[in-house]
């Protein structure tokens, strides 16, 4: 059995999904394979970029403290899914590590479909998954990378409402290429400062009573100044330019999408604090490149990787062109 999920760039809308909000993610042509031979009483996987494989018990208690690390997740698909047999098999990644592409979603998923997981039900399958991280990592992901992979729409973004779980489909209009920029920064979410915006956003939903996505900016501008203010701003804006973006692309106004973006970027870095220095630069050499409409962090952040939307050819020898692939499968 051979089970394939591809990565993602989130194209804008980073630190809503959590909160219920939108996101305008895109799967890529970078994907994780795994090679599964079922059978036995453990599920056995090596990794042609880990050195040590992942050997995990059906019954596993506690994903978390599995070794080594990127055995977690592997042992987090077990521990939710619950298969009768494990197997043995291999994995193989065209996704970098660490880069915010997604690569441990797109391993779990992977995973999960190798173990017989439905792939006819991508929200049912994108919340296994995103337990799975959870038991993992102890980090709280919103949904949106499980399930972007899981449904995704070749030649297409994905806009998602992270409370309804909606999807639609946005089209990325011909002459425009999605490049992808790696910082060369690595970061892992449970070292970084992920749970602690996470519970600023919880906080400031507290203090209003209701979630972000149904809260005015006049509403934010109550909240005590100071940094759930400023998260909470970040959602609120973000949320609306999620919905400008996905329409202006839809309508083929790449430079309005582009702007969007780069106006994302500025938030992330100011009222949200997630970028960084390395991070800036790019964004800021980037939006002044001749021939790029936008540019900004994807991902949580800390590190990782900046996407642009340009010109084909405006942005030679800096980065990759990804393109919009469909989802995860098994053959």
Partial sequence: MIAVAPGRVNLIGDHTDYSGGLVCPMAIDLATT??????????ELTSDVEALPASVALDVADPAAVVPAWARYVAGVVAVLRPRRGGRGTVRTTLPV?????????????????????DADPVTLARACQRAEHLASGVP??????????????????MIDCTTLDRT????????????????????????????RHAEVAEAESLLGRA?????????????????????RHVVTENGRVALFAAALA???????????????????????????GLDALVQRL???PGVWGARLTGAGFGGCVVALVEPGATPGLGWTVRPAGPAHRR
């Fill in 287 to 289: 939006v002044a490149t």
């Fill in 98 to 118: 660490g880069a915010g592409l997604s690569s441990s979603a797109a391993l779990e998923v992977a995973v999960a479909l190798a173990l017989g997981a439905d």
């Fill in 251 to 277: 309508a083929g106004d790449v430079a309005a999408a582009g702007a969007a973006m780069t106006e994302s970027h500025a938030s992330l870095r100011d009222d949200f604090e997630v970028s960084t220095p």
């Fill in 169 to 196: 489909p946005i089209p990325i209009p011909e002459g425009v290429d999605v490049v992808v920029v790696d910082s060369g920064a690595r970061r892992a979410l449970t070292t970084s400062a992920y749970a602690t």
């Fill in 34 to 43: 795994v090679t599964f031979e079922p059978g036995g009483e453990r599920v």
């Fill in 212 to 232: 972000l996505r149904s809260v005015t900016l006049a509403e934010v501008a109550g909240l005590p100044p100071g940094a759930v203010r400023r998260r909470a």
């Fill in 141 to 158: 992901c919103g949904i949106m990378d499980q399930l972007v992979i899981a449904g995704a729409v070749e030649g297409h973004a994905l």
